[in-house]
C-alpha cells in the first residue's frame, strides 16, 4: 500500500534524526523559568491562524513555554521529527499517526488537540468561472498533492461525491512538490491547481489562476489537521501538554471572538512577505467558511469520518482503535465552559 512507502520515509530518516536530536540541547529543558517544546508544522499557513494567534499574543509564554516553531514541509518530514524525537509536537493531518501506528510502530503519535475542520485548499483555474460545478473537470490535468496526504484524499473525496473517478476521469498530476504547486501552474502546467494559501490567493493577484471552489466548503466537516505527540513524551510531560493546549484554546477563542481584520493585524508578523490586506482576505475566506472549531476536542465521529475517507482512498485497510490514537483529556479541561 501506499502509506508503506510514506512509513518507510519516516523510518528512513529517523536514525540520522536521532542523532541530531541527542546533540540538540534544551529540548523540555527550562530556561528562564520557561519550558522548551520544539513544534513541527507541517506547512506555514494563514491556514492556521488560531496557533499563530497563540505565539504572537504570547499565550504560549503566559503558560510557561518556550515554544520553537519549525517547517517541516510535508506530514512524512513532520512526523519523522516527531518519530526522531526531534520535534516534541508535530502538527500535521491525522492520517499520519494512523499509518504509523498501522505499520507497529510502539512509541506511536497520539493526537490530543485538533485545530482545523475544514479542508484549507482551494481549486483554482486559468479563468474565472461564476458557475463552477466538479464535472468542468472531466477530462482534465489537475494539480494534486502527495498521494496518503490529507489534500489529496480530501479532493478525491469531493470527485468521488461529485460521481468523478479520480482515477479514470481526471488526470491528477502528484508528482510535484507541495511548495512548488502554485509556481507550477503559473508556468503552464495543469488546466487546474489545488492550492493552499497564500499561494491561491498569489495567483490571483498575479492573474495568473482564480478561485473557484472551495474543497472547505464542498468536502464538508473533515478533521483536516490536529496536535500530536509521541506515547512516550505525553506520560513524561503531561503538564506540558495541558499547558500546550490551554495556549493553543486561548488562541482559538481569540479568532472565534474578533474579526478577520484583528486576526490578521494579531498575525501578520508571521508572513512579512505578505502585506496586510492579504492576510485579511485569506482569513476572511478561513473564516466564512467555519474552518476554525470553538474547541480542540478531536471527536470519535470526526476519527471514524477520517478512517472513512483514508479507507475509501485506499490508503487503510483496517480501522485503528480512537482511544489509543486520541486522547482528548487536556482539550476537554481546558475548551471554554
Not at 113 to 127: C, D, E, H, M, S
Not at 232 to 245: E, Q, V
Not at 329 to 335: G, H, I, L, S
Amino acid at each position: 500500500m501506499r502509506k508503506t512507502k510514506l512509513i518507510k520515509r519516516i523510518l528512513a530518516g529517523s536514525s540520522a534524526m536521532l542523532m541530531m536530536a541527542a546533540a540538540l540541547c534544551g529540548c523540555g529543558s527550562k530556561e528562564n523559568g520557561l519550558t522548551h517544546v520544539t513544534l513541527n508544522e507541517v506547512a506555514h499557513s494563514i491556514f492556521y491562524a488560531p496557533q499563530y494567534v497563540a505565539i504572537e499574543k504570547g499565550y504560549f509564554a503566559e503558560e510557561g513555554i518556550d515554544l520553537e516553531l519549525v517547517t517541516g514541509f510535508g506530514a512524512d518530514k513532520t512526523m519523522s521529527a516527531l518519530v526522531s524525537g526531534e520535534a516534541d509536537i508535530g502538527f500535521m493531518g491525522a492520517e499520519a499517526s494512523i499509518y504509523l501506528y498501522s505499520e507497529g510502530a510502539s512509541d506511536y503519535a497520539v493526537n490530543f488537540a485538533q485545530l482545523t475542520q475544514r479542508a484549507g485548499n482551494f481549486l483554482v483555474a486559468r479563468k474565472p468561472i461564476d458557475d463552477f460545478s466538479w464535472d468542468m473537470l472531466k477530462g482534465k490535468e489537475v494539480i494534486g498533492g502527495r498521494k496518503g496526504g490529507m489534500p489529496e484524499m480530501v479532493f478525491e473525496y469531493i470527485l468521488k461525491k461529485n460521481n468523478l473517478d479520480p482515477m479514470a476521469d481526471v488526470n491528477i498530476n502528484q508528482s510535484i512538490d507541495f511548495g512548488s504547486t502554485a509556481a507550477a501552474f503559473s508556468g503552464g502546467q495543469g488546466d487546474y491547481s489545488v492550492e493552499f494559501e497564500p499561494a491561491a490567493t498569489a495567483l490571483e493577484a498575479s492573474g495568473e489562476g482564480y478561485v473557484v471552489a472551495s474543497l472547505g466548503v464542498d468536502s464538508g466537516y473533515v478533521p483536516y489537521t490536529s496536535y500530536c505527540t509521541r506515547k512516550s513524551y505525553l506520560a513524561d510531560n503531561k503538564d506540558t501538554i495541558k499547558k500546550f493546549t490551554k495556549a493553543l484554546q486561548k488562541g482559538m477563542e481569540y479568532v472565534n471572538s474578533h474579526t478577520p481584520a484583528e486576526i490578521a493585524e494579531v498575525i501578520a508578523p508571521q508572513f512579512e512577505e505578505t502585506d496586510v490586506k492579504t492576510i485579511e482576505t485569506i482569513v476572511t475566506r478561513y473564516y466564512e467558511q467555519d474552518t476554525w472549531k470553538d474547541n480542540l476536542v478531536f471527536e470519535e465521529s470526526s476519527f471514524d469520518l477520517l478512517q472513512n475517507i483514508l479507507m475509501d482512498a485506499g490508503e487503510l485497510s483496517n480501522r485503528v482503535p480512537y482511544d489509543k490514537l486520541v486522547d482528548t483529556e487536556f482539550a476537554q479541561e481546558v475548551k471554554q465552559k
